[in-house]
Structures are given as structure tokens and as C-alpha cells.
């Protein structure tokens, strides 16, 4: 079954350094998007990706975010200069159509230290 | 804005029925979704229900949809200690993100 792969499974990072987290979505989905969830709380989301471009984004997305298809295969998600409060687990998913069906990763654990 | 709300903790003996309930607000959702999330693991999308949908039955799995109270819930028939995890509610409409519940802990006694 096709499945969302997300690498790697745990990052740990210094405060003020960059990361760049990493999914392969499903191979005909459109619609690409990434979530976060800080320990113990909801699950929130943080952007949308559609035709090459961002379609929507969270009050949580700010400049210090980014995300890119830099082929047909990956998604990334880079913070630029990570902060203590960054420290959650980062889930990317898929979806064929706008709203429909969305499919996640098993997510990537980040620990800002 | 949209929001999702579910009770935060459900007790059950093994073999009983679980009922987990969701309210949501956004009355143009159109995908109305159940994920399972085990302790340190990722999101396992359970099942979901179209909102022109009432019912869906997947095995042990039922889900309920009222539309017009905007009231979803889950039922999982003769719960297993294996269910024991946190089940989120969540709903999209025809924008492009999904929005979660805080989660319900289902704990099961043996």
C-alpha cells in the first residue's frame, strides 16, 4: 500500500541552527502539506503546497519556515534558525484532490537543545 | 474559526463498546476523519465519513455523523487493550487543511 515517508524518524539540533525535514508523498498526490504536533497538544497545521507554490499557510509558518519540491519526488520543510519552542513532532501528508482524503507520514521528532 | 472539540479521556473494560464523540463547527467540512495515534508514533487514519454520509461501518469500526448538531463519534465494538492509544477527530472542508481535536485517551482495563 503507498504510503508517506518521512526521514529522519528523530532530529536533534542545536538552538540558531538550520534543519530541513524531509517526506516523499504519495507518487500521484497534488496536494502536499505539513503539520506539527508539540508534545501533548493538537495536531496543527502549518502549510499547504499546491502547483509548485504555497496555498495556504498558519499564523505558525513565519519567515523562519520554508517549504520546497525541489524534485518529483521530495517535500522539505526548512527552519532556518531553530528555536527552543520549535522542539515537536513534524508530520507531512498527501492528498490526491483539494480537501480530500490526506494521508500522513509517521512523522519526524525534532528537538531544538 | 473552525474549531474541533472532543472529550480529552475515555475508561472501558476490554470486550465493552468505546464511544468516542466530536463536535466540529465548520458547516462546510466535507471530509470528516478518525486517526489513531500510539504512544511515539505517527498519525494511522482509522477511517472517515463524507458529510453527506450518516453512517459508516468498517469491522469493529462505526462512525456517526450528525450533521445537523455537527456531532461525529466512533465506536469501537469489543475493545482490545490494543486500542488503548489517542484517537483525533478532525474535519476539512474544501480548503486545503485538515483541523484535529486535542485527541481522546481511550485507556483499556483488562
Known amino acids: 500500500e503507498p504510503e508517506v515517508t518521512q526521514t529522519p524518524s528523530h532530529q536533534v539540533t542545536q538552538m540558531g541552527q538550520e534543519v530541513i525535514l524531509r517526506c516523499v508523498p504519495i507518487s500521484n498526490h497534488l496536494y502536499f502539506y505539513w503539520y506539527r504536533q508539540i508534545l501533548g497538544q493538537k495536531v496543527e497545521f502549518l502549510v499547504s503546497?499546491?502547483?509548485?507554490?504555497?496555498?495556504?499557510k498558519s499564523e505558525i509558518f513565519d519567515d523562519q519556515f520554508s517549504v520546497e519540491r525541489p524534485d518529483g519526488s521530495n517535500f522539505t520543510l526548512k527552519i532556518r534558525s531553530t528555536k527552543l519552542e520549535d522542539s515537536a513532532m513534524y508530520f507531512c501528508a498527501s492528498s490526491q484532490q483539494q480537501g480530500g482524503e490526506a494521508f500522513f507520514g509517521q512523522g519526524t521528532r525534532l528537538t531544538v537543545v | 474559526g473552525e474549531d474541533v472539540e472532543q472529550s480529552l479521556f475515555l475508561s472501558v473494560r476490554e470486550g465493552d463498546s468505546s464511544v468516542i464523540n466530536c463536535t466540529y463547527t465548520d458547516s462546510s467540512s466535507t471530509y470528516l476523519y478518525w486517526y489513531k495515534q500510539e504512544p511515539g508514533a505517527g498519525l494511522q487514519l482509522l477511517t472517515y465519513?463524507?458529510?453527506?454520509?450518516d453512517m459508516k461501518q468498517d469491522q469493529r469500526l462505526t462512525v456517526l455523523l450528525n450533521k445537523k448538531d455537527k456531532h461525529l463519534s466512533l465506536r469501537i465494538a469489543d475493545t482490545q487493550t490494543g486500542d488503548s492509544a489517542i484517537y483525533f477527530c478532525?474535519?476539512?472542508?474544501?480548503?486545503?487543511?485538515?483541523?484535529f481535536g486535542a485527541g481522546t485517551r481511550l485507556f483499556v482495563k483488562a
Open positions: 503546497f499546491y502547483n509548485n507554490e504555497i496555498s495556504e
Open positions: 478532525a474535519e476539512s472542508s474544501l480548503g486545503f487543511k485538515t483541523i
Open positions: 465519513i463524507f458529510s453527506n454520509m
